[in-house]
């Protein structure tokens, strides 16, 4: 089978995808207030010594925390609320390796400008909302209602 077969079609399926752009953006703002404030309970536990590398630590809360949602349930506690999740190329939830793979190619595409960019323009007009990593994994948000 390809690619193409094995994810909803989004002309065909287009309620899979109907506003997955906007509740991703609306799922990373949540995700980010919740890795900010997870970042912040530590902080003291350090003898707030992590202020001194706090992007860092905040980078690999968000690492964590990415990994292990998407490997525990294919979505982040922000994708949830809004009730998306990821599915990979064969329209399978994540496991840890994909899970992996996705957070460092989101991680990679955040810390640079032009890729971030990219990616926030290719969830706007491509058929299936996918965004640079999506695209290079073949991994799609789906809305968890029309889970198939």
């Given at each position: 089978?390809?690619?193409?077969?094995?994810?909803?079609?989004?002309?065909?399926?287009?309620?899979?995808?109907?506003?997955?752009?906007?509740?991703?953006?609306?799922?990373?703002?949540?995700?980010?207030?919740?890795?900010?404030?997870?970042?912040?309970?530590?902080?003291?536990?350090?003898?707030?010594?992590a202020l001194?590398?706090?992007?860092f630590?905040?980078?690999?809360?968000?690492?964590?925390?990415?990994?292990?949602?998407?490997?525990?349930?294919?979505?982040?506690?922000?994708?949830?609320?809004?009730?998306i999740e990821?599915?990979?190329y064969?329209?399978?939830?994540?496991?840890?390796?994909?899970?992996?793979?996705?957070?460092?190619?989101?991680?990679i595409?955040?810390?640079?400008?032009?890729?971030?960019?990219?990616?926030?323009?290719?969830?706007?007009?491509?058929?299936?909302?996918?965004?640079?990593?999506d695209?290079?994994?073949?991994?799609?948000?789906?809305?968890?209602?029309?889970?198939?």
């Amino acid at each position: 089978m390809t690619y193409d077969t094995m994810l909803p079609d989004p002309d065909r399926h287009a309620e899979f995808y109907a506003g997955v752009p906007t509740k991703r953006a609306l799922a990373w703002v949540a995700d980010m207030v919740l890795i900010a404030v997870v970042t912040a309970i530590i902080v003291p536990f350090t003898a707030f010594t992590a202020l001194f590398f706090l992007p860092f630590l905040y980078l690999v809360v968000g690492f964590v925390y990415r990994t292990l949602t998407l490997a525990g349930g294919s979505a982040t506690w922000g994708m949830r609320l809004m009730a998306i999740e990821l599915r990979d190329y064969r329209g399978q939830r994540f496991d840890l390796a994909t899970a992996i793979l996705h957070t460092l190619g989101y991680s990679i595409s955040i810390g640079m400008v032009a890729p971030q960019v990219l990616s926030a323009g290719l969830m706007l007009v491509t058929p299936r909302a996918q965004g640079l990593t999506d695209l290079l994994m073949g991994s799609v948000a789906i809305n968890r209602a029309a889970r198939y």
